[in-house]
């Protein structure tokens, strides 16, 4: 057979091969092959140096032609493939929409900070602004300035963790009104704040009592305030916090920053006052301590006492949260148990 013929014949046959190869590792194998050194168009093109002059350029340009064809025959299968290929793993890959989904667990914010939340859009809603003070405390404001000097029996009540004789965890956000009244400008109009967070004492830990747990403080100074102000105030706190039908109760108290001072009770929201054990059996259940800011921790902040006055009040978010849920562990708030957490989902 003479090179012309094998040529064609060589053709035809790797045509058929490669129309028919379904893998994609396969095509490149003939690839190799046909096209490759050792293959059988190298082969023809090696033989040509026993050609006549003038076969020669006809049977090089035939095999030239040959391997151009079978190069692109070849590519073209393998783009196919290609095609094939991913259209399978599509297929296989299909996702079934109708599938019912996984559902995502959805976190929510602490009992504690969903009671903090509601009191800040109230105050928010009243004009007050929302004020953060340093937990890490001066003596000097934690105390000093809340009218506490030094060797004052009252620093007992609030037993402290000092870090140097100057530096303590505060024991209380009141030191927030005195930072607070330093910098307003009362020629601008009244102070209204509220200032939550947390608070440290050196508190044995007990149902009710932790080392470590919130404040919300809330402090308003203006010309001619009085009393009915914070006992108004203080009624809409207990009802938004424990329902419309709240009524509060002032018994007199002693805290050495306000004059007078107040202890608060609310109406128990268990047993509408008849009694129960939530109330122990009084109908009133102590929420809070407040009273009329003291003139010695207004002249002490720069704040003329003649002139202004203000009631300032200081509640426990914890206790709150405690009585409106019926939690009867404070300590339940800080272990961080998804299961007793997930009870309070907030709603809406
Ligand atoms: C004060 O800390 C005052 N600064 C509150 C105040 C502010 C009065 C402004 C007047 C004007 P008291 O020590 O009573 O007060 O604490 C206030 C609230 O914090 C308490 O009613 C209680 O709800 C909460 N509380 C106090 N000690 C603890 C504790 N160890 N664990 C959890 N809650 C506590």
Request: glycine share 8%.
């Amino acid at each position: 057979m003479d090179l012309k013929d094998r040529l064609t014949e060589l053709k035809a046959k790797a045509l058929s091969e490669i129309d028919t190869v379904e893998d994609l590792k396969k095509i490149n194998e003939i690839r190799v092959n046909l096209l490759g050194k050792k293959g059988p168009i190298t082969e023809v093109l090696r033989g040509m140096k026993d050609l006549s002059k003038e076969e020669r350029p006809v049977v090089g340009s035939l095999a030239n032609k040959v391997r151009d064809e079978l190069t692109e025959a070849i590519t073209q299968r393998r783009e196919k493939l290609e095609i094939i290929k991913t259209a399978r793993k599509l297929e296989k890959e299909k996702i079934d929409v109708t599938l019912p989904g996984v559902p995502v667990k959805a976190g929510q914010p602490h009992i504690i900070m969903q009671v903090i939340d509601q009191l800040e859009k109230l105050f928010l809603g009243m004009g007050y602004q929302v004020v953060d003070g340093p937990e890490v405390e001066e003596d000097h404001y934690n105390f000093e300035m809340m009218n506490l000097p030094k060797d004052h029996p009252a620093r007992d009540m609030q037993d402290t963790f000092y870090i140097t004789e100057q530096i303590l965890m505060r024991t209380q956000t009141s030191p927030v009104q005195a930072r607070t009244m330093e910098k307003h400008d009362f020629t601008k109009g009244p102070l209204k704040m509220i200032s939550p967070g947390k608070v440290y004492r050196r508190d044995t830990d007990d149902a009710t009592h932790s080392h470590q747990f919130h404040q919300v403080e809330g402090l308003v100074i203006d010309k001619h305030i009085t009393m009915a102000d914070l006992k108004g105030t203080l009624q809409i706190i207990a009802r938004t916090v424990f329902g419309d039908e709240r009524e509060i109760r002032l018994r007199p108290s002693y805290f050495p920053f306000t004059e007078p001072s107040v202890e608060v009770d609310v109406s128990c929201f268990k047993c509408e006052g008849k009694g129960c054990a939530v109330c122990k059996h009084t109908g009133w259940i102590e929420v809070l301590g407040a009273g009329m800011v003291h003139p010695n921790v207004l002249t002490m902040a720069g704040v003329d006492s003649e002139i202004y006055g203000g009631f300032a009040f200081g509640l426990g978010p914890d206790r709150f949260a405690m009585l409106k849920y019926g939690v009867d562990d404070i300590r339940e708030f800080y272990l961080n148990d998804v299961r007793f957490l997930s009870q309070f989902a907030q709603k809406g």
